[in-house]
């Protein structure tokens, strides 16, 4: 049973960081590319960033330069890491995983950036 397990959100302030993790579970990680996106309140879910299996790292304009994906295959686990958090990052993330032509969410991780 494929899982995906996203931790790390919390509240912080303007200027601040978090590091979100998505710990994944019943599917071959190191083969697969992992997405993260973000849902704000009353608004469309938005892509953040993705890391291929190879390596190959993309970010929405929104967040590049302040937020880093990451993975680390022997623990079938990827990351996020938020810097500058801006008020307009509020919003739930959620870890994304395409594997063998399956969709596959966790169930989000709240981020909530205020003062």
């Known amino acids: 049973q494929v899982q995906l397990v996203e931790s790390g959100g919390g509240l912080v302030q303007p200027g601040g960081s978090l590091r979100l993790s998505c710990a994944a579970s019943?599917?071959?990680?190191?083969?697969?590319?992992m997405d993260w996106h973000r849902q704000a309140p009353g608004k469309q879910r938005e892509w953040v960033a993705r890391?291929?299996?190879?390596?190959?790292?993309a970010y929405a304009d929104s967040v590049r330069g302040r937020f880093t994906i990451s993975r680390d295959n022997a623990k079938n686990t990827g990351y996020l890491q938020m810097n500058s958090l801006k008020p307009e990052d509020t919003a739930i993330y959620y870890c994304?995983?395409?594997?063998?032509?399956?969709?596959?969410w966790g169930q989000g991780t709240q981020v909530t950036v205020s003062s």
């Open positions: 019943g599917i071959g990680f190191s083969n697969t590319a």
């Open positions: 890391i291929t299996r190879g390596g190959f790292i």
């Open positions: 994304n995983i395409v594997w063998l032509e399956n969709d596959y």
